[in-house]
T-cell receptor, first 118, second 109 residues
C-alpha cells in the first residue's frame, strides 16, 4: 500500500474485554511506532520496533498493554482487560529506520484506531 | 514540567495574517526537531523538519534556538486551509520522539 494502514478504524468495547489493534507499515520501513492520543492531547509514545532488535517498551502504561511485530512488518497492539481510561486514538507510524542512532527519518502516520471503552 | 510544551491556543487570525508558534523543549541533548500538522480527527502529517540553520518552505519558516531550547514556526499570508493543529516533535534518539500537545490555529475570512 501507499501508506500506513490501521484496522479497525473504530473499536467500541466493554470494560474488561481484550482488544487487538493492527498496523501495517509502509513496505520497506524498518521502524514502527505506536502512540496514543487522548482528546486534545499530544501523542504519547507507547512502543518502538526497529528491525530485529528488541522493542523499546518503555512507554507502555501498564502490563495490560503489549505489542508484537511479526516478520518485521505487521504489528499488533493488544490491550487486555480494557479500562475506560484506555479510550483514545491509537496511532501507528513507520519510518525508514534509525540511522546511526538518530531519528533522521520522517515518521508517516496511519489514520489511527479510535478506541472507546464503555 | 513537560518535556515538550506548546501554547495550546487557539490562535484566531484573519486571512493574510502572519502567525508564529513556539515550542519549548527541556532536554538539551535533543537532536531532531519537526513540525507536524494535524487536521481534526486525522493523523499528523509532517509539515517540515527543523534544521539548525533554519529552513523555509514557501509561506512556512521554521527555526531552532538551541540556547533557549525552542523551535518556532512562522506562517506568512495565512490561508483558510492553514486551519489545523500544529504539533512540534523533538527527538533525543532513535526511539525517543516527544510530541507537544499542539497549537490550534483557526484562520478566518
Amino acid at each position: 500500500g501507499a501508506g500506513v494502514s490501521q484496522s479497525p478504524s473504530n473499536k467500541v468495547t466493554e470494560k474488561g474485554k481484550d482488544v487487538e489493534l493492527r498496523c501495517d507499515p509502509i513496505s520497506g520501513h524498518t521502524a514502527l511506532y505506536w502512540y496514543r492520543q487522548s482528546l486534545g492531547q499530544g501523542l504519547e509514545f507507547l512502543i518502538y520496533f526497529q528491525g530485529n532488535s528488541a522493542p523499546d517498551k518503555s512507554g507502555l502504561p501498564s502490563d495490560r498493554f503489549s505489542a508484537e511485530r511479526t516478520g518485521g512488518s505487521v504489528s499488533t497492539l493488544t490491550i487486555q482487560r480494557t479500562q475506560q481510561e484506555d479510550s483514545a486514538v491509537y496511532l501507528c507510524a513507520s519510518s525508514l529506520g534509525a540511522v546511526g542512532g538518530r531519528v533522521k527519518d520522517t515518521q508517516y502516520f496511519g489514520p489511527g484506531t479510535r478506541l472507546t471503552v464503555l | 514540567r513537560k518535556e515538550v510544551e506548546q501554547d495550546p491556543g487557539p490562535f484566531n487570525v484573519p486571512e493574510g495574517a502572519t502567525v508564529a508558534f513556539n515550542c519549548t523543549y527541556s532536554n538539551s541533548a535533543s537532536q531532531s526537531f519537526f513540525w507536524y500538522r494535524q487536521d481534526c480527527r486525522k493523523e499528523p502529517k509532517l509539515l517540515m523538519s527543523v534544521y539548525s540553520s533554519g529552513n523555509e518552505d514557501g509561506r512556512f519558516t521554521a527555526q531552532l534556538n538551541r540556547a533557549s531550547q525552542y523551535i518556532s514556526l512562522l506562517i506568512r499570508d495565512s490561508k483558510l486551509s492553514d486551519s489545523a493543529t500544529y504539533l512540534c516533535a523533538v527527538g533525543q534518539g532513535a526511539n525517543d520522539m516527544r510530541f507537544g500537545a499542539g497549537t490550534r490555529l483557526t484562520v478566518k475570512p
